[in-house]
């Protein structure tokens, strides 16, 4: 039997939604696109470098989950992501990857 996939409740994903939001606009956080060896993505919380050649986008919402929750073991980062990026609609996905795109270094 396959399990049910539970989403975030709608005000938890916009939440964490805003603050992802939030920190595309601010000066407190860069991200830069490099090739890892061994990551998908890392951040020491005032740049996130994500790797190319992985699912970018998702890294991104895993390195912010970092920088929001830095105490977070990372089993909780993992499901909290895994449950994030279930919660998104088609267009929240569109609207996330056009504001990385902009600010990409």
């Given at each position: 039997m396959k399990s049910k996939i539970r989403?975030?409740?709608?005000g938890r994903r916009d939440y964490l939604l805003k603050r992802i939001y939030g920190l595309l606009r601010s000066d407190d956080i860069s991200v830069v696109i490099i090739q890892l060896d061994g990551y998908q993505g890392e951040t020491d919380f005032e740049t996130i470098w994500l790797d190319p050649r992985k699912k970018f986008l998702s890294t991104f919402l895993?390195?912010?989950?970092?920088?929001?929750?830095p105490a977070?073991?990372?089993?909780?980062?993992?499901?909290?992501e895994y449950r994030l990026?279930?919660?998104?609609?088609n267009r929240q996905w569109l609207?996330?990857?056009?504001?990385l795109l902009e600010v990409i270094q």
């Open positions: 989403k975030l409740p709608k895993h390195e912010c989950i970092h920088v929001f929750y977070l073991a990372e089993s909780k980062v993992l499901a909290l990026r279930e919660s998104l609609t609207n996330l990857t056009r504001r």
